[in-house]
């Protein structure tokens, strides 16, 4: 079959499977007379194996191990099961990752809505220590500003040693 029928058949873009193949991921496909790519269930079944290893966030160099390991057979189990210990690891590190940064973003929101939220958010990435410290405590009581008259164009004023762009 040719690169659109296996990129129907494996759910993998023609781009993507040319990616691989260049990578080094899968081998070359056998070329027909015309030169182009010719797919046998093999390579499906190959491209499938490796489309699934991606969706679980496995890099380029670990699947191309991956499929080594799985063409040589039941000795290399232990040198995969080294792998999943190996992803498994980078996957809780993302997590409390984005853990941390969430708990930082849902502080810094707080409970003063969301203007006084956006102050504190820019004062924190831009590296106020008042903000940090904000972030991982209590947010701090802002005092109420006073609202401009009707018909007034003026903006709300930024949070101290702030300017706006």
């Keep these: 079959m040719n690169i659109g029928e296996a990129s129907r058949r ?10 691989y193949e260049a990578a080094g991921v899968i081998g070359a ?22 489309h699934r290893a991606r969706k679980l966030g496995f890099d380029l160099e670990s699947i191309r191990q991956l ?11 232990s040198e995969v099961g080294r792998l ?13 990752e984005m853990r941390r940064n969430r708990e930082i973003l849902e502080s810094t ?8 939220a956006g102050c ?6 831009l590296g106020d220590s008042a903000a940090d410290h904000a972030a991982i ?7 109420a500003r006073p609202q401009p008259s009707r018909g007034s164009r003026t903006l709300p004023r930024p949070a101290v040693g702030m300017r706006w762009r």
């Design 109 to 116: 929101l707080g409970g003063t809505g969301h203007d006084g």
């Design 120 to 125: 504190r958010l820019l004062a924190l990435l």
């Design 84 to 96: 999943l210990d190996e992803r498994i690891a980078e996957l809780r590190h993302s997590e409390a």
């Design 137 to 143: 405590a209590q947010p701090p009581i802002e005092p």
């Design 29 to 50: 496909p056998q070329r027909g007379q015309s030169g182009y790519r010719r797919f046998n269930e093999q390579d499906i079944r190959t491209l499938i194996f490796v």
């Design 10 to 19: 494996t759910g993998l873009t023609a781009r993507a499977i040319r990616l």
């Design 67 to 77: 499929v080594g390991f799985w063409r040589m057979g039941k000795q290399m189990q």
